[in-house]
């Protein structure tokens, strides 16, 4: 059996700031650090790669619900109108860490031509008939993507996955279109939901399945806008724009749809939020 952790980091993995500091532990018995300096917080041990492989290797479900895959899609249209905002004209995406390429299916359908990546080659190999895709897999520094310069890197909902967040935001600049974005999605550490029950999982009152929001089954990094933009900056980018990414109900009347997505959503931290950004 492989160990399931690696060394425990003595330095933020983000800034590498040696101001670090035990923050929390929880119901998985995973324990997250805090970093002073950029805010990041971090799963300290970290779980090791021969574990995640194996965790990833089952990742995608084949059994989606079409609730599931409604769901998605219409979080793929949210994203993709705020996209539009800094990125109207439509040319080459890449969907970075794809998952079931929901989120690829409707970029395609809006105009966008859409090649994509996961890590599992089995997972991506069928999605790749199923689409009729360029969809590529395996260790990402080992891709060659030729001369291929791409308008739009869509990440959602992935960094929080990765050890190294900085070395892949790196490599995206060598195949980001100098007037292309990036756009990243990713959980809120800070939601108000997770800080105030933090604070009773703190304070005793609340004792079951402690910490459950870090979802540390796969998240390793727990970001809010101020760690993301942190990490950001020091990989290169400039920020256009932050804002809370409300998750979207299909089935909504369109009047508490805009409500949610345009009042509730900008008035409290919300579940999750989405940064665009491009190259300085
Ligand atoms: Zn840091």
């Known amino acids: ?3 399931k952790y690696d060394k425990k980091y003595d330095a933020c993995p983000v800034c590498h700031s040696a101001s670090i500091y035990h923050y929390h532990s929880d119901f998985r018995s995973n324990d997250i650090y805090k970093c002073n300096s950029c805010g990041l917080q971090f799963m300290n041990p970290v779980y090791s790669d021969a574990y995640l492989e194996k965790y990833y290797a089952g990742y995608i479900s084949p059994e989606y619900t079409q609730k599931t895959l409604d769901e998605q899609y219409e979080v793929a249209k949210q994203n993709f109108s705020v996209i539009n905002r ?16 929901t989120y690829a ?3 395609r359908e809006l105009g966008w031509q859409v090649s994509g990546y996961d ?3 089995a997972t991506t190999e069928s999605l790749a008939k199923k689409l009729d895709m360029d969809i590529r897999c395996g260790n990402f520094d080992d891709i060659d993507w030729g001369d291929t310069r791409f308008d739009l890197i869509y990440a959602h909902h992935v960094i929080e996955h990765l050890k190294d967040p900085m070395q892949r935001l790196n490599s995206f600049q060598n195949i980001l279109n100098d007037d292309g974005v990036l756009y990243i999605g990713v959980p809120n550490i800070s939601a108000w939901g997770s800080r105030f029950k933090y604070f009773l999982e703190k304070c005793g009152i609340k004792k079951s399945k402690i910490g459950k929001y870090y979802d540390s089954e796969h998240h ?5 806008p101020r760690s993301l933009t942190k990490l950001l ?3 290169g980018y400039k920020v256009l724009y932050t804002c809370n990414a409300s998750k979207p109900k299909p ?3 369109p009047v508490l749809k805009f409500l949610r997505q345009n009042i509730k959503e900008k008035m409290s931290a919300g579940v999750a939020f989405l940064i665009i950004a491009e190259k300085i």
């Open 1 to 3: 059996m492989p160990e």
């Open 86 to 101: 800094f990125k109207s004209k439509k040319g080459k995406m890449l969907d970075f860490g794809m998952g079931n390429g």
């Open 105 to 107: 299916q409707c970029a």
């Open 119 to 121: 890590v599992d080659c």
């Open 220 to 224: 390793i990094l727990y970001f809010n």
């Open 233 to 235: 900056e020091l990989s």
């Open 251 to 253: 089935y909504q009347n």
